[in-house]
C-alpha cells in the first residue's frame, strides 16, 4: 500500500510506478505494447503531458522503447549483468577465455568497428601510464554487440613500446585477449582500478550505441597494473546505462 509520503509524488511518477509493477509481474511481457497517452488520460484522468512524462520515466530507464508511429512498448532486450570482480580474475583470460564469458552466458556477442593505431598519449593518459615526453601509445577502439544491440564502446591504451609486434597490435589479440598476451610479454595484470561516472550521451555515443533518447551511459575506466604497480593498460568504456547491470559480488 502507498504511503503517504508516496501519494505526494507526482502523478505522472505513480502512474509510471503502475505500469512498472505491471511489467514486473508479467501484465505486460517482452514486446507487448504499453498503454499509449489516451489510454492512460482516460484511466488516470490526468493531461496528456502527464501521460507522456510517465510513459518517458519509462523510455529513461530502459524499460520501455518508443517505436515511430506505433506507440511505447516493453524493451525486449534482457540487460546484461556486468560482474564487475569475477570477470577480470585470472582464471578467465588465463585460461584463454575471454573476460566476457563470465557475462553472457549464452548470448550472442559480436565485437565490431576494431580499428588498432599508433597515437600520441592523450595528457591524462601519459600521466597514468607514466610515459616519457612524445612516447606513444597502442590504441585499440571496439564496440561491443550483444544479441544484435551494441551496449559498449571501448578505447584501451597501452604503451606502444611495450607491445610492439605482438598480437596485441592486431585487431585479433587471440585466446585470452590483451591480459593473456600481456602476461606473455612479462607485464601480467595483478591488479585492477575502476572508476566509474555517468553522463548524458554524445551524439555520436548515442548513435554508435543506438540509444533512446534521455537514456544516460555509465563512464568505466579501467587501469590493470602488473605485480610491480606499473600501469601497463587503461581502458575507457562506455556503456549504455539501459544495457547494463553492474554487479559487485565479495566477500566482508
Not at 571496439?142 to 551494441?150: A, H, T
Not at 571501448?154 to 607491445?163: C, E, G, H, K, Q
Amino acid at each position: 500500500m502507498a504511503n503517504a509520503g508516496d501519494d505526494r509524488r507526482p502523478k505522472y511518477q505513480r502512474i509510471a510506478d503502475t505500469l512498472r509493477e505491471a511489467i514486473r509481474s508479467g501484465e505486460y511481457g517482452p514486446g507487448d505494447r504499453l498503454p499509449g497517452e489516451n489510454d492512460l488520460m482516460a484511466a488516470h484522468g490526468v493531461a496528456r503531458m502527464t501521460a507522456r512524462q510517465a510513459l518517458s520515466v519509462l523510455r529513461d530507464e530502459g524499460v520501455a522503447e518508443a517505436r515511430k508511429g506505433a506507440g511505447v512498448f516493453v524493451r525486449e532486450f534482457r540487460p546484461l549483468r556486468r560482474r564487475g570482480i569475477q570477470r577480470l580474475a585470472q582464471q578467465q583470460w588465463g585460461n584463454g577465455r575471454s573476460i566476457w564469458s563470465t557475462d553472457i552466458e549464452n548470448r550472442s556477442l559480436d565485437v565490431d568497428q576494431v580499428t588498432v593505431s599508433e597515437e600520441a598519449a592523450p595528457v591524462s593518459v601519459a600521466a597514468v601510464l607514466d610515459l616519457a615526453d612524445e612516447e606513444t601509445v597502442c590504441v585499440r577502439r571496439r564496440r561491443f554487440v550483444l544479441d544484435g544491440k551494441p551496449v559498449l564502446l571501448a578505447t584501451s591504451y597501452l604503451p606502444a613500446s611495450l607491445v610492439a609486434g605482438s598480437a596485441i597490435t592486431q585487431e585479433d589479440t587471440g585466446p585470452g585477449g590483451m591480459y593473456a598476451r600481456l602476461a606473455e610479454l612479462g607485464y601480467k595484470p595483478v591488479h585492477f582500478r575502476e572508476e566509474v561516472r555517468s553522463r548524458m550521451p554524445s551524439q555520436d555515443e548515442a548513435t554508435q550505441l543506438v540509444m533512446s533518447a534521455g537514456t544516460p551511459v555509465i563512464l568505466v575506466c579501467r587501469t590493470a597494473f602488473t605485480a610491480e604497480g606499473r600501469p601497463v593498460e587503461i581502458n575507457e568504456m562506455t556503456l549504455d546505462a539501459a544495457s547494463y547491470i553492474l554487479e559487485y559480488d565479495f566477500d566482508a
